[in-house]
């Protein structure tokens, strides 16, 4: 694999391009009895070390901006992508279906100039879901707290090598983990199975609420979503008129946790996001207004339905 050129790219197309870089289709589910297999396969997509990736000196703790340097020209005509893991962490070992904290810095391989940088304070990164088809070349056989230095060629000739230091943060659970927080009345009740998917409970013979309603159910304690940012969340949507859930409202039923700026959903549903913190879970009553518009209630959409949502939010990336 050879890189596309990513000298002039901001860090979050950086990453993007790089996690992405051999990708392919590929089922990253795991279950319990298939994690040593996942383990090792995502062990065995890890590009190789070499020459090129171990004559990087990097210096500088884990999580924080690193120090490198480049004492030995790195030459790239053989080049494609190495990897050295320069700090081993203590953490628990990736597996194919993750969601990863990172922090990128991105260096000329030629210069040493650092050319763009992100990961090392809240907001900067959202999480990345890793595979053997994807991320698997970067993350492959590391460990949670783990510094890797990577070293690739790309076609750009005035930034022919490009060296990349990731840091391995942590692994984003894909459920809130926030603090549990008191019901409010009057709102639908929820319950939550072990894994954290939500069932909603709603009292159909009730009068709606005229307003948009948001409570939290548990309270993050990471980065406060701001508008514009783009977030990365579970939910699961109901009818309040029939209690049921419908079409296209639900990640928890066979799909994955979705990313998407706040601005490109309905307006209740921005109104539940925003001002949130990272961690948190919430409920949210939205107004036909404020969802997909007034009219005659029909099975063909959902014009005139007052909507209730359950939002995990997982991570938030700040808009540019």
């Known amino acids: 694999m ?8 901001s860090v979050a197309a950086v990453s993007a391009l790089l996690l992405a870089g051999c990708a392919g289709s590929g089922d990253t589910t ?11 396969d995502l062990c065995s997509s890890a590009a190789p070390t070499g020459a090129a990736s171990e004559g990087i000196t990097v210096s500088g703790e884990v999580g924080s901006s690193p120090t490198v340097e480049i004492t030995t020209p790195i030459d ?8 050295t893991i320069t700090v081993e962490g203590t953490g628990d070992a990736l597996v194919a279906g993750d969601f990863v904290n990172y922090a990128i810095t991105v260096v000329s391989g030629t210069t040493g100039e650092v050319l763009d940088q992100a990961g090392y304070e809240a907001g900067d990164l959202l999480p990345e879901q890793i595979s053997p088809e994807n991320g698997g070349q970067l993350f492959g056989c590391a460990t949670v707290g783990s510094r890797l230095t990577i070293a690739g060629a790309t076609s750009d000739e005035t930034t022919p090598i490009v060296v990349y230091v990731i840091d391995v943060l942590g692994v984003t659970p894909t459920a809130a983990w926030g603090e549990p927080q008191a019901p409010v009345d009057g709102m639908p009740t929820v319950t939550l199975a072990d894994d954290g998917t939500p069932s909603i409970t709603i009292d159909t013979s009730a009068t709606p609420p005229t307003e948009t309603e948001v409570a939290t159910l548990k309270k993050g304690d990471g980065y406060t979503v701001a508008s514009g940012d783009t977030v990365l969340i579970q939910y699961r949507g109901a ?4 209690g049921e859930l419908f079409d296209g409202g639900d990640t928890w039923d066979g799909g994955s946790p979705y990313s ?3 601005t490109g959903f309905v307006a209740g549903f921005q109104k539940a996001l ?3 913190t990272v961690g948190s879970q919430v409920l949210v009553v ?5 969802g997909y518009g007034e009219g005659e209630i029909n099975d063909s959409d959902l014009v005139g339905e007052t909507l209730v949502f359950v939002i995990d939010i997982l991570g938030a990336q700040k808009a540019a």
Request: proline share 7%; charged share 20%; hydrophobic share 45%.
């Open 2 to 9: 050879r890189l596309r050129p990513l000298a002039a790219l």
């Open 30 to 40: 795991a279950t319990p009895e298939a994690t040593a297999t996942v383990a090792a």
């Open 76 to 83: 790239s005509t053989d080049l494609t992508l190495e990897r």
């Open 239 to 242: 009818r309040w008129s029939t």
């Open 260 to 262: 998407a700026a706040t």
């Open 274 to 276: 925003e001002g949130q």
């Open 286 to 290: 939205i107004t036909p207004a404020d």
